[in-house]
């Protein structure tokens, strides 16, 4: 029988979430349940990590939802190929794969939602129109099934499959890595993992932390990891309220497990658009207890049900300082939020699990 021939399209093959999502799928499929091909418009870190697996690229320009001359060039290669699924990331790359039908009829398109936005009355009509035509829509969290439908998509196109990992064999302190940065054994080590984008809430993050150094006495530091275009915005910010020794910023880094491996806890402040992070989930792997907002799909992982953290209302710099407080002074919640984090990890967001069920709704 011939395998599966799954062409994984997105517009910006960046280093995000979504990429990370992308990267999953394809690593475990190929050569074994599918033959995998990979479309894009804007290269970036995921294109390099196709090239490494040996996935065939192909790049052509999208440039907007209606683009038919992207959609005929995106069906003469689904039909030279003989494509049977087309996997899209975001409205943009699906509209197109839907477009794309006119000209070659075959690919079943497969839409995976990894946002959590209400859509414009223009974006609900065009929904209507086209996702009818989604042989499968799933969402990654279930706050992004609630919009999907209320954006005008049909409920019976949609599932919602969590994102996942590849559970790590061991959960031991990195003490090694610690010293690399110069951070003392008996120092609280706080991280998150984040674009400097408004959507990302640091500067909610940064407030809350000045608040936390007023009413705790405990020694701690926040590693702030990733890059973005607020970065000096933050940086700025950190040192008006001078945070310089209990904030540092290490930009973009490829080594964030090593870092997570080193960390007590895991923050996760979102303001708004966050679906399932794979942040979160790679942090309860390591055993961390999670402080997130109340946003999107944080409470899909953060919850009575999960154990594992605790959760608070986006802006509340005194609820975000008290939830970290806890974590630093109360050592029996502590630990018990620790353990939890790991069994969620292993059960809840088990990647094998979750793909095995992808799968099935390419057919």
Request: glycine letters at 6%.
């Amino acid at each position: 029988m011939a395998k599966l021939k799954i062409l994984y399209l997105i517009n910006h093959a960046g280093k995000a979430g979504t990429e990370k999502y992308v990267y999953n799928l394809v690593k475990t499929y190929n050569g074994t349940d599918a033959e995998c091909h990979f479309a894009y418009s804007e290269p970036g870190l995921l294109l390099e990590q196709m090239q490494e697996l040996g996935i065939p690229c192909f790049q052509f320009t999208m440039k907007h939802p209606f683009d038919l001359k992207a959609a005929k060039t995106l069906a003469q290669y689904c039909r030279e190929h003989q494509i049977d699924v087309i996997h899209t990331q975001y409205p943009r790359e699906n509209y197109i794969a839907i477009l794309s039908k006119r000209y070659y009829a075959e690919p079943r398109v497969v839409y995976t939602c990894h946002l959590t936005l209400k859509n414009s009355l223009p974006w609900r009509m065009t929904n209507r129109l086209f996702t009818k035509h989604n042989h499968r829509i799933i969402s990654v969290c279930n706050k992004g099934k609630e919009l999907l439908i209320g954006n005008g998509v049909p409920a019976d196109k949609i599932t919602v499959v969590f994102n996942g990992i590849v559970p790590s064999q061991s959960v031991e302190k990195n003490v090694e890595k610690r010293k690399e940065f110069g951070i003392a054994p008996d120092t609280f080590v706080i991280t998150t993992l984040a674009r400097y984008h408004i959507a990302k809430g640091l500067d909610y993050f940064t407030d809350s932390v000045a608040k936390l150094k007023t009413i705790t006495d405990r020694k701690f530091v926040v590693l702030y990891v990733g890059d973005g275009e607020l970065f000096d915005d933050v940086k700025t910010q950190i040192k008006t309220l001078g945070l310089e020794n209990e904030i540092m910023q290490l930009g973009f880094r490829k080594d964030s497990q090593e870092i997570l491996a080193m960390s007590d806890l895991y923050v996760n402040s979102a303001k708004c658009f966050e679906a399932l992070s794979f942040a979160i989930v790679e942090a309860l792997d390591h055993a961390l207890p999670v402080v997130a907002t109340d946003v999107g799909g944080n409470s899909d992982i953060v919850n009575n049900e999960t154990g594992c953290g605790i959760l608070v209302e986006y802006g509340d710099t005194n609820a975000m300082a008290e939830a970290i407080k806890t974590m630093i002074e109360d050592e029996e919640a502590y630990r018990n939020f620790s353990e939890n984090a790991r069994k969620a990890a292993l059960s809840r967001f088990n990647l094998e699990e979750l793909l095995k069920e992808t799968y099935q709704y390419y057919f």
